[in-house]
């Protein structure tokens, strides 16, 4: 799973508050190998987000925000295209968007959309092509479309084929993802983790080593 991990690609769900909604939206992020996302909450509490969130979450990491416009400035600063799905004058088929580019994909509140910050924010506007009388999907099923061609699209480059996370990130998410209760524990000590063999498993003597304390001044 972590091999298949793309960190250049995120979702961010601008007022998305609906738990049902929340849910499927980070299922569908799980499935395509979007592990960071994250969430901007300004008319409930951002903490009612995050724990309606919380049991589809396990193997993802959710970010939480207040202020969409200061967040999509740091994801173009890390080299995203930020691009806001809405359905406006402009707005671009959202196949016709090169998916394999660093990207995060903004997905506005069940009955407002997208906020006005949020598109004057973003790079450009993608919109999912309909021919029915209906207006607009819902948005975890609008978030599944765009992500699984996401998904298609880095298929046939490859992208799924090698390890895109950093070796020391990989490390520590395998870790934490083996051994969620130890590593909460480690974490509490301020302990480091301990390296794991090629069958995943901890040596005695590594856990020894990991939680022997540092020598004090008094006893050098």
Same mark, same amino acid.
């Given at each position: 799973?972590?091999?298949?991990?793309?960190?250049?690609?995120?979702?961010?769900?601008?007022?998305?508050?609906?738990?049902?909604?929340?849910? %499927? @939206?980070?299922?569908?992020?799980? $499935?395509?190998? &979007?592990?960071?996302?994250?969430? !901007?909450? #300004?008319?409930?509490?951002?903490?009612?987000?995050?724990?309606?969130?919380?049991?589809?979450?396990?193997?993802?990491?959710?970010?939480?925000?207040?202020?969409?416009?200061?967040?999509?400035?740091?994801?173009?600063?890390?080299?995203?295209?930020?691009?806001?799905?809405?359905?406006?004058?402009?707005?671009?088929?959202?196949?016709?968007?090169?998916?394999?580019?660093?990207?995060?994909?903004?997905?506005?509140?069940?009955?407002?959309?997208?906020?006005?910050? %949020? @598109?004057?924010?973003?790079?450009? $506007?993608?919109? &999912?092509?309909?021919?029915?009388? !209906?207006? #607009?999907?819902?948005?975890?099923?609008?978030?599944?479309?765009?992500?699984?061609?996401?998904?298609?699209?880095?298929?046939?480059?490859?992208?799924?084929?090698?390890?895109?996370?950093?070796?020391?990130?990989?490390?520590?998410?395998?870790?934490?993802?083996?051994?969620?209760?130890?590593?909460?524990?480690?974490?509490?000590?301020?302990?480091?983790?301990?390296?794991?063999?090629?069958?995943?498993?901890?040596?005695?003597?590594?856990?020894?080593?990991?939680?022997?304390?540092?020598?004090?001044?008094?006893?050098?």
């Amino acid at each position: 799973m972590l091999c298949a991990r793309q960190p250049d690609l995120t979702v961010v769900m601008d007022n998305v508050n609906k738990p049902h909604n929340l849910s %499927a @939206i980070i299922r569908s992020c799980d $499935a395509v190998g &979007i592990h960071d996302l994250y969430a !901007v909450s #300004s008319k409930k509490s951002i903490y009612t987000t995050q724990n309606a969130a919380a049991g589809a979450g396990r193997w993802t990491n959710l970010h939480l925000s207040k202020d969409i416009g200061t967040l999509s400035g740091k994801l173009k600063l890390e080299g995203k295209q930020v691009l806001v799905a809405t359905n406006t004058d402009g707005s671009r088929d959202f196949r016709k968007i090169d998916f394999t580019l660093p990207t995060a994909i903004v997905l506005g509140a069940e009955w407002e959309g997208v906020s006005p910050e %949020a @598109i004057e924010a973003a790079d450009m $506007a993608i919109t &999912i092509p309909m021919h029915g009388m !209906v207006e #607009s999907l819902n948005v975890s099923v609008a978030a599944a479309l765009i992500l699984f061609e996401a998904e298609r699209q880095r298929t046939l480059k490859g992208m799924y084929l090698t390890r895109r996370l950093e070796e020391e990130r990989y490390r520590k998410m395998l870790f934490e993802l083996s051994y969620p209760r130890l590593s909460r524990q480690l974490r509490e000590k301020g302990a480091g983790y301990p390296l794991l063999d090629e069958d995943g498993g901890i040596g005695v003597e590594e856990m020894e080593q990991e939680n022997r304390p540092s020598p004090s001044a008094s006893s050098i």
